[in-house]
């Protein structure tokens, strides 16, 4: 049976050597290498780009929020469920959802959720973040959060766009691979027709 010379004849790996003048390297070599350094080429610049973009977004998405997000004094409307204590505080684990009214900068009256203390009194301060209209919203992330958080979505995005290029460059190396081990059996065949073996 022929031995196929892609599994018997498979020596030490050497680097660049389709980049590398010789006699025996064929036109499919070199459109492999081409396709090898392209794949590897977009796959770098995509992940750089889109991840330097994402994260660029998310930093100066928070810093605006930094900046156009107030913090307002609020009083609750009615007491807290539960029981309170004197060693829970709002700033504990063990909070629940009260309801608190303010007064937007444009004088409007607003109500809505925010998690304090177990049994607090209605009437309690209480400090909420609004935004521009007046609505609630969360606290906003410190610049060092930001950054962190800023950090992992920027990494996640470009982990993400590299991974297209990538997977492109295996699939149409691949198939480069199968027309040359096809290209092989064919000289393989002329080489045993001239040796007078059979092709099977």
């Known amino acids: 049976m022929r031995r196929k010379p892609s599994m018997a004849f498979r020596g030490p790996k050497v680097w660049l050597w ?12 070199a459109v492999e290498a081409w396709v090898v350094l392209g794949a590897w080429a977009l796959t770098v610049l995509a992940g750089v780009l889109v991840g330097w973009a994402a ?36 700033s504990s684990g063990d909070q629940v959802w009260a309801k608190v009214g303010w007064t937007a900068p444009d004088g409007s009256a607003h109500t809505g959720q925010v998690r304090v203390a177990p ?42 766009a590299a991974a297209v290029p990538f997977a492109g460059g295996r699939v149409l190396r691949g198939r480069l691979e199968h027309r040359r081990v096809e290209q092989w059996d064919v000289e393989w065949a002329r080489f045993d027709a001239l040796w007078g073996r059979p092709a099977g």
């Open 119 to 160: 049994g607090s009194a209605a009437g309690t301060r209480v400090t909420i973040w609004t935004d521009r209209q007046g609505r609630l919203v969360t606290e906003p992330t410190t610049a060092a959060q930001a950054r962190v958080r800023a950090s992992l979505v920027g990494g996640l995005a470009g982990v993400a």
């Open 18 to 29: 389709r980049w590398r003048r010789n006699p025996l390297k064929r036109r499919a070599d």
């Open 55 to 90: 994260a660029r977004s998310v930093e100066d998405g928070l810093a605006r929020e930094r900046v156009e997000w107030r913090p307002i004094a609020g009083r609750l409307t009615e007491r807290a469920p539960g029981k309170a204590s004197a060693q829970v505080s709002a």
